[in-house]
């Protein structure tokens, strides 16, 4: 037995989005998207975040341009210009905890994911900070994805994972990744692992320093 709840990167997109939402409606599961705000200009990417959260998923900030890690970005404001200005597009779309995962650059966890400047604002600002704990790589290995995500749920007894609702192709293996998951006992769930969510409401609850680069 094993719980597991999964997360959907870098959308929305009208080719990918509808049918995600689709096998998780079939489903009556419930998920978080992660939304680049850039995206959101599209009226068509617009429409499909407001359908999941319609659906009754969370919609999360994840950065305006998806460009660089934070805590790399030379940006002096970088937190303006990547956090807030997404956060000022999700607008009623956004979840009351305000959600925001940071940037990995390939799903690494380190230093790189914030900088000092971006984590005073994520406290100003009340956000809360998911991370993850599984990366099936799912962008880079659209067919492979699906057996490395099934090795990496009962690694520990909450798994949070990311997907990315994006047109590589792995999406049309998510049906059947869940009739796996299922199959071998696992929970969906929606919620976050306490371990991957270091920052509560602009409070830090876990040690913030392995993720966090100073200012240049």
Not at 61 to 79: E, I, K, Q, R, W
Not at 148 to 154: E, G, S, V
């Amino acid at each position: 037995m094993f719980d597991l709840t999964l997360t959907f990167d870098n959308g929305p997109e009208p080719d990918v989005t509808p049918g995600v939402l689709d096998v998780l409606a079939r489903r009556g599961l419930k998920t978080t998207f992660f939304v680049i705000g850039r995206k959101l200009a599209d009226p068509a990417a617009r429409s499909l975040a407001e359908r999941a959260h319609a659906e009754g998923h969370w919609i999360g900030n994840h950065t305006y341009t998806h460009s660089v890690p934070l805590g790399c970005s030379p940006d002096p404001n970088v937190a303006m210009n990547e956090i807030a200005r997404t956060q000022a597009l999700l607008g009623g779309l956004a979840h009351p905890a305000r959600w925001f995962r940071p940037l990995g650059g390939g799903g690494k966890i380190g230093p790189w994911l914030l900088r000092a400047s971006a984590l005073a604002h994520l406290q100003a600002e009340h956000y809360s900070c998911v991370l993850w704990n599984a990366i099936p790589r799912d962008w880079q290995d659209p067919d492979g994805w699906v057996e490395r995500a099934l090795t990496q749920c009962p690694e520990q007894k909450w798994t949070l994972m990311v997907l990315h609702d994006l047109p590589s192709g792995a999406m049309r293996h998510l049906d059947a990744f869940l009739d796996r998951v299922v199959a071998k006992g696992g929970r969906l769930r929606q919620d976050f692992p306490p371990a991957c969510v270091p920052i509560r409401s602009g409070n830090i609850v876990l040690p913030i320093e392995p993720y966090v680069s100073p200012d240049p």
